[in-house]
């Protein structure tokens, strides 16, 4: 079975840092593009980060830029999100995604993990 | 930045006809998907490059874009369909993913 799982949620106080993991099972991670995702209580999605199958291209939300930091251990088939300096706003049940394909982009998210949740309060 | 604007809200009576519009600045020249969300749970991918259906969704899914608009429209409409649905295009000129505010699919 194709399957994402998100860990590493929790909660930590403004200016912390977390990292958040997604383990990929049942397809090869090397083959896609994979993308964090979030959403805050009550909103809508929000794009956080986007990495190509290499790790050749990556893209961050201005909101997020310089905070958080995209990576990838294909040979682990897992993806990561470190977020540094978090903020009350990051407050969020995190998604991780995949790509339909290698390239990423324009590509629509297939694949989808149960999220995890992030909650930055004092 | 790229914005792409979904009525908050549409509702149908079973049996009939939803559409839900994500309109954006030229967005037919883009590649738009669909996503659906029922409460607790994570987005599915319904539509995506406009109008492919990934496998085991329904034919009642479909999807349109030209122009400055781009339409999901669900057709004969079951309780088990009322749920957020939210577009998103990617933003070349930035190299950004960009997601509608989504639409609360509501069957009467």
């Known amino acids: 079975e194709v399957q994402l799982v998100e860990s590493g949620g929790g909660l930590v106080k403004p200016g912390g840092s977390l990292r958040l993991s997604c383990a990929a099972s049942g397809f090869t991670l090397s083959s896609y593009s994979m993308n964090w995702v979030r959403q805050a209580p009550g909103k809508g999605l929000e794009w956080v980060s986007s990495?190509?199958?290499?790790?050749?291209?990556?893209y961050y939300a201005d909101s997020v830029k310089g905070r958080f930091t995209i990576s990838r251990d294909n040979a682990k088939n897992s993806l990561y999100l470190q977020m540094n300096s978090l903020r009350a706003e990051d407050t969020a049940v995190y998604y991780c995604?995949?790509?339909?394909?290698?390239?990423?982009?324009?590509?629509?998210?297939?694949?989808w993990g149960q999220g995890t949740m992030v909650t930055v309060s004092s | 930045s790229y914005v792409l604007t979904q009525p908050p809200s549409v509702s149908v009576a079973p049996g009939q006809t939803a559409r839900i519009t994500c309109g954006g600045n030229n967005i037919g020249s883009k590649s738009a998907h669909w996503y659906q969300q029922k409460p607790g749970q994570a987005p599915v991918l319904v539509v995506y490059d406009d109008s492919d259906r990934p496998s085991g969704i329904p034919e009642r899914f479909s999807g349109s874009n030209s122009g400055n608009t781009a339409t999901l429209t669900i057709s004969r409409v079951e309780a088990g369909d009322e749920a957020d649905y939210y577009c998103?295009?990617?933003?070349?000129?930035?190299?950004?993913?960009?997601f509608g505010g989504g639409t609360k699919l509501t069957v009467l």
């Open positions: 998103q295009v990617w933003d070349s000129s930035r190299d950004h993913v960009v």
């Open positions: 995604a995949r790509s339909i394909t290698a390239a990423g982009r324009s590509d629509a998210f297939d694949i």
């Open positions: 990495i190509s199958s290499s790790s050749s291209y990556i």
